[in-house]
């Protein structure tokens, strides 16, 4: 894992070069992340997580995803675990520099939730004729087995 600590972001000194202008200024909240929305080349929401700094600059500088992981409390290179790498085409910052947006070629079998399916968002909600809530999958087939993949590991999430 590569990190080179010459990586600088700008400050936030004015909302023009912020909103407008060619200084990457990053506004991170008060716990020193960012939100990430991940899609695929084809526009498909994949994921939604959040970044420190350190793991912004580790996906600058290696071109692969890494996030900061708020129920393990620890910095978190996608697909190291699983195989399932998100290899970095594009990052995308908003108008005010507090969302980044990933745009990722998923490498192995081409998911990106620990559940199996190509997407996190694998489910719908609505309510019903009767007025309740359910949930609809819009995903019906995993792409890999989560109990294969992380065999003798620490399920990649906590409730």
Known sequence: MKNNSNIEFGKRENIFEVEEGY???????????????????????????????????LTLENKEAYYWSRSRNCLWHKGITSGLTQKVISIRVDDDQDTIWLIVKVLGAGASCHVGYRSCFYRSVE?????????KYEETEKLFDPDLVYKGQENPTKL
């Open 127 to 135: 309510l019903d004729e009767k007025g309740k809530l359910k949930i």
């Open 23 to 57: 200084t990457f200024s990053p506004k991170f909240d008060d716990d020193g992340l960012i939100p990430v929305v991940t899609t695929s080349q084809s526009g498909e929401v994949l994921m939604h997580g959040y970044m420190n700094s350190e793991a912004l600059k």
